[in-house]
């Protein structure tokens, strides 16, 4: 790994290698070097540690949750990929952070700074509900999923949950929003949707959000083309995430798909 350091065509390759292997999307992978060197940039890190090469379903559980924060300026995710064999590669800041065998990992922790103290950590089950609660409960990160638009779920989230922004404004503002996007945006479709849904809020009041719920997971049921199916996810999780629809039970069915006989073993 020093060569990789010194040669940019080693890293390149290094980084392929290492993007098939499963790291999340939205992390970044870290050394004791780069630990030292990033953590302190940021005001909430979500750090985990675990085996080289992770994948499986905590992976799979991990990252739902790097997605979840993938808009959040504020909060970086990361993995530090211990080998346990050959080079052991990142072995020194497994035991720097108290983890230094299998059987600690996965092990998430939350840095807020200070790469000398860790603000907490968790070693429970790897579940993407357990994973949110806990990041819940030790920080103050800004959820919204991918396919969200974090500016408008913040005008959702006053208007629907802190009750400080009235359905009009609400509107307003997102209409503003929407002027202001480069037409080549492809948020703005996305963004469409959104204010098709404040419209209705505007007009029906929060079982707007119920009955949009059913209409999609209505639609979902249906024998439809794939790229339709995707784009019908994406406003279940906008729905879920951005309006608090009544969507959990969708939501979890999905988590539990393919993981039974993961839980079982580990149960
Ligand atoms: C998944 O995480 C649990 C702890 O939550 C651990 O016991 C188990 O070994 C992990 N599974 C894999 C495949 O890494």
């Known amino acids: 790994m020093i060569l990789a350091r010194t040669f940019p065509s080693i890293l390149l390759l290094c980084s392929i290698r290492s993007g098939q292997a499963g790291y999340a999307k939205g992390s970044i992978q870290l050394d004791m070097s780069t630990f030292k060197k990033i953590i302190p940039h940021f005001p909430c ?7 080289d090469y992770p ?123 929407i002027a202001s996007l480069p ?16 419209e209705r809020i505007l007009d029906l009041g929060q079982p707007a959000v119920a009955k949009e719920s059913q209409r999609v997971v209505r639609l979902l049921q249906m024998k439809l083309p794939k790229a339709k199916k995707v784009l019908l996810k994406e406003r279940v999780d906008i729905l879920y995430y951005s309006f608090g629809g009544n969507l959990w039970s969708f939501q979890e069915e999905e988590i539990a798909d393919g993981s039974a006989q993961d839980e079982r073993d580990e149960l």
């Open 55 to 177: 994948h499986g379903r905590n992976q799979t559980q991990f990252e739902k949750l790097v997605g979840l924060l993938s808009q959040d300026k504020h909060t970086i995710v990361a993995e530090i990929g211990v080998q346990e064999f050959g080079e052991k590669e990142n072995t020194d800041l497994a035991e720097f952070l108290n983890v230094p065998r299998k059987e600690h990992w996965p092990v998430l922790f939350i840095f807020a700074r200070d790469t000398m103290s860790w603000a907490a950590k968790y070693q429970g089950f790897f579940s993407l509900n357990r994973l949110r609660n806990f990041v819940n409960q030790n920080s103050e990160v800004q959820w919204s999923c991918p396919a969200c638009i974090l500016e408008l779920d913040r005008l959702v989230k006053a208007h629907l949950f802190d009750r400080t922004l009235l359905a009009e404004q609400m509107v307003l503002q997102t209409k503003i929003f």
């Open 45 to 51: 890190a979500i750090v985990k540690v675990d085996k």
């Open 183 to 198: 037409r080549t945006d492809k948020r703005s479709t996305t963004a469409d949707y959104y204010l098709k849904l404040m």
